[in-house]
């Protein structure tokens, strides 16, 4: 990386030279900042120690980077006082679910940007490409026309996706059982080569959820030989993060091995107090790839409760052919479901009795008949209804037919701090962005909350980890990670995506019980040099721009 300045007559143009690219770095003959944020306490990114500095912007770009005091002579639109404020990259959500708000919502996601996220990745499993869905968009560049639709519908952070592994499939075989034919394989090949060329990571796997959970290792295999020459990555929730957490790993560090990929692990954790000792064996198998030279690493959210559907205390073949609920229905099938859950015949994982019923938290409950239950546990209302919890559970899947949005407390405090230790070690929410004010029902609180518990609890009170690694981890980490060059760092000639909080005053609010709470601290967020947060509260901006991949090969 380095520095080049052009003279041009009365022009001086600084251009940042990344990678063999070039980014437009300073002032031209207008040399009026947009922006100064001054005497702030900067945090690069990079890890270094912070220094006080005065930050110019100017358009989408950062302008100029300086020690406090020098930018005091110059004219600025607006002047910002960083005083006690800590000035930092905005934060890279590594695994989003805003794909709902950023197509067909409002695209604010103000439980995100009021937590200082500007940028947000999704993909998990699924994607809306490829897809053959009427109103969707279909192959070959669906991938990119889906992210130019994002684009135009408007959102107020910058967007991209993995290509979901569970799309790729289900176009392909739906919600059949059973390995791919050769011709079907080569239609998925296709489906992910289009993808990378459109824009998209990398492939992401969700391997306990149908149809991904039918996907077998070779198939992954060769689906990740096919992105390699694009630069992608292979991002995965394991096929196990509890009893057989440490043989997913396995199974993951292979993939990337015999597929010629970087790998990348979701969410890292060891589920259910029975597993909790793996969490230093994980720790120890991904040292030990790395130290033989493949490139493995991790992400986390900074909580002991994962979220997802309750149906994941169900066996993954009731939902083959996308009959579950029918199957739940079926009294003949209703009592096999529940023998399984009860003597499971085959290999795979019951969220809800790794956490036991009196810590699942059941949210997502929307018929008149069911909402009252809301926010309970499901020993609660196995209690209230007299029955056992599986079929309390079952009951509340046929008469909702959906998921359910369901909050299993199942980690270790002690591991989460531990994990977070790792140099390898990135931040991901797991979660959508909401509005607090129009939201109904509950959710998962890192939705609001995730990164300023990290800068709250585990930098500020607890120590775990110091407050230039928690940025780095937020920030750079997760842009290199995605070979995104000209974000996650305060550098002159980057995108502007800066975020302004307050070190003694930041934390997560967000709860359980009352999960739509605004995070407190973050005081001012920009996107692309525009703000979209002063003061704690939204502007209704929406600066967002489309991030892609490093095998993009669109215009």
Not at 43 to 54: K, L, P, Q, S, V
Not at 185 to 191: D, P, S, T
Request: glycine share 12%; with cysteine; net charge negative.
């Amino acid at each position: 990386m380095g520095v080049r300045t052009i003279f041009s007559g009365l022009v001086c143009v600084a251009l940042l030279v990344v990678n063999g690219g070039v980014l437009l770095g300073a002032i031209g003959e207008d040399s009026t900042y947009d922006v100064i944020i001054h005497n702030g306490r900067v945090i690069d990114g990079t890890g270094n120690a912070w220094f006080y500095g005065d930050v110019g912007l100017k358009g989408d770009r950062i302008a100029r980077i300086t020690p406090a005091g020098m930018l005091d002579g110059e004219d600025a639109k607006e002047r910002i006082d960083g005083t006690g404020m800590v000035v930092a990259p905005g934060f890279i959500d590594l695994q989003s679910h805003s794909r709902e708000a950023m197509l067909t919502g409002d695209g604010r996601v103000i439980g995100k940007v009021t937590q200082g996220v500007t940028t947000e990745i999704m993909g998990e499993g699924t994607s809306n490409a490829p897809s053959k869905e009427p109103k969707e968009f279909d192959v070959p560049g669906g991938f990119d026309r889906w992210l130019k639709a994002m684009q135009e519908h408007g959102g107020s952070v910058n967007f991209g996706s993995f290509v979901g592994s569970g799309s790729v499939r289900s176009y392909v075989k739906g919600m059949t059982q059973g390995p791919p034919s050769a011709a079907e394989l080569e239609q998925m090949r296709v489906l992910v080569r289009d993808a990378m060329e459109g824009g998209a990571f990398g492939l992401a796997s969700a391997l306990i959820y149908p149809p991904d959970s039918f996907v077998g290792t070779d198939d992954l295999i060769e689906l990740a030989k096919v992105m390699a020459p694009y630069g992608g990555i292979y991002i995965t929730h394991l096929r196990s993060e509890a009893d057989q957490f440490l043989e997913a790993m396995d199974e993951a560090i292979r993939i990337g091995r015999e597929g010629g990929v970087p790998v990348e692990i979701y969410h890292l954790k060891a589920a259910g107090t029975r597993n909790w000792p793996k969490a230093i064996r994980a720790i120890e198998r991904i040292n030990a790839a790395r130290a033989e030279g493949l490139d493995v690493s991790a992400d986390m959210y900074p909580y002991t409760a994962g979220g997802t559907g309750l149906t994941a205390a169900l066996p993954p073949w009731a939902s083959a052919d996308g009959k579950l609920y029918e199957n739940l229905a079926d009294p003949v099938m209703r009592a096999k479901i529940k023998e399984e859950i009860l003597n499971p015949t085959s290999e795979w994982e019951n969220l809800a009795e790794l956490s036991g019923p009196e810590n699942v938290i059941v949210l997502g409950l929307t018929k008149p008949e069911t909402k009252g239950y809301a926010g309970k546990r499901l020993s609660e209302i196995a209690e209230a209804q007299g029955k056992d919890w599986i079929d309390a559970a079952i009951d509340l899947l046929v008469i909702e037919g959906q998921r359910i949005s369901t909050i299993y407390i199942m980690m270790s405090e002690e591991n989460v701090a531990l994990q977070m230790q790792q140099p390898w070690m990135k931040f991901g929410t797991d979660a959508g962005g909401h509005d607090p004010e129009k939201a109904t029902g509950l959710v998962h609180p890192r939705s609001y909350g995730t990164y300023p518990r990290i800068l709250g609890k585990y930098v500020r009170e607890e120590g775990v980890i110091s407050l230039e690694e928690a940025i780095r981890k937020m920030t750079s980490a997760v842009a290199d990670r995605l070979s995104i060059r000209d974000r996650g760092l305060l550098r002159e000639g980057m995108y502007a995506d800066v975020v302004i909080f307050d070190p003694v005053t930041i934390i997560d609010r967000a709860t359980y019980e009352e999960p739509h709470q605004i995070s407190v601290g973050i005081r001012d967020v920009f996107v692309n040099g525009q703000a979209v947060v002063r003061d704690g509260v939204h502007t209704g901006a929406k600066p967002g721009m489309i991030v892609r991949g490093p095998g993009y090969r669109g215009d």
